[in-house]
């Protein structure tokens, strides 16, 4: 596996600055930013940043969102909402210093992406969008909600690994090796042994909102430019009609489903990661 640079760049919110960690892959002269969902970090991507920087010639970018992985933590935790992931992807995109970029998005990543790409003007080339729509039911929130804001603590990384293994079924058949590398990558060494490597504080949103269906299809109808779905097929966040309309309204995005997994797809697999590069190829 080719090797990544670790860089940081400077987000601001309501409480001062903060610091957006990322890791860039390869050289090329076209970029793709690789985002995470709500509770993981940019490391989750480390197999297919590998594979597209080798493959397409590509500089991959990888940020932790900012109150996960080795960005900063915010000093309010009710400064944590898509307005402010937004403004701090927009301080890397100018970072980058490139007209476009393509844009792979898990769950909340791809939300990001969503938001990114229906704006005008927007430098997203080609979006993908891994495990979560326009629709999203109210089921699916409640259940994120219930575990998002603990911070469980653990004697070793056997214990996280078994953590992960159990929390993130729906992530698919992932080998020990991969298992492992998230372990290694999900938590840090605290307190005489590990926790998980983001801030509950994240988990404000699910506290202090009424949680309900989330519907935002008139967004979806903004975007133009062309998009893959990945879904996996036992997902409960990214419904199987949910999918299906995207395909038909809007960017009328392609479809690739991963029968074995629900929410979300790793990105992993050989397969997931030929479908991101083939549909990423094209000019």
């Not at 990543?109 to 979560?132: E, F, H, K, T, Y």
């Amino acid at each position: 596996m080719s090797s990544f640079v670790e860089k940081s760049c400077q987000g601001l919110s309501a409480t001062g600055f903060h610091r957006i960690a990322y890791r860039e892959w390869g050289t090329g002269d076209r970029a793709i930013v690789c985002v995470h969902g709500l509770t993981r970090n940019g490391r989750d991507f480390d197999v297919l940043a590998a594979d597209l920087a080798e493959n397409l010639k590509a500089r991959v970018i990888c940020p932790d969102v900012v109150g996960r992985g080795r960005s900063g933590r915010l000093a309010n935790p009710d400064n944590y909402s898509y307005a402010q992931y937004l403004a701090d992807m927009a301080v890397l995109l100018a970072r980058l210093d490139v007209p476009q970029v393509d844009w792979v998005g898990t769950s909340m990543g791809g939300l990001i992406g969503m938001m990114l790409a229906a704006q005008p003007d927007s430098p997203i080339r080609r979006l993908v969008i891994n495990d979560v729509g326009p629709f999203i039911p109210k089921a699916a929130l409640e259940r994120i909600g219930d575990y998002v804001g603990l911070d469980p603590f653990f004697a070793d990384l056997d214990a996280v690994e078994a953590y992960l293994r159990r929390r993130y079924a729906g992530f698919g058949a992932l080998t020990d090796a991969q298992w492992r590398h998230m372990a290694q990558t999900s938590a840090d060494a605290r307190d005489g042994g590990y926790r998980l490597a983001f801030d509950p504080g994240i988990s404000r949103i699910f506290k202090t909102s009424a949680i309900d269906d989330l519907d935002m299809w008139p967004l979806w109808s903004m975007i133009q430019q062309p998009v893959l779905v990945v879904r996996g097929g036992q997902s409960d966040l990214l419904l199987a009609d949910t999918a299906d309309r995207m395909t038909k309204e809007g960017p009328r995005a392609r479809l690739y489903t991963v029968p074995d997994a629900g929410h979300a797809p790793a990105l992993m697999a050989a397969d997931q990661v030929a479908a991101v590069r083939d549909f990423l190829a094209h000019d």
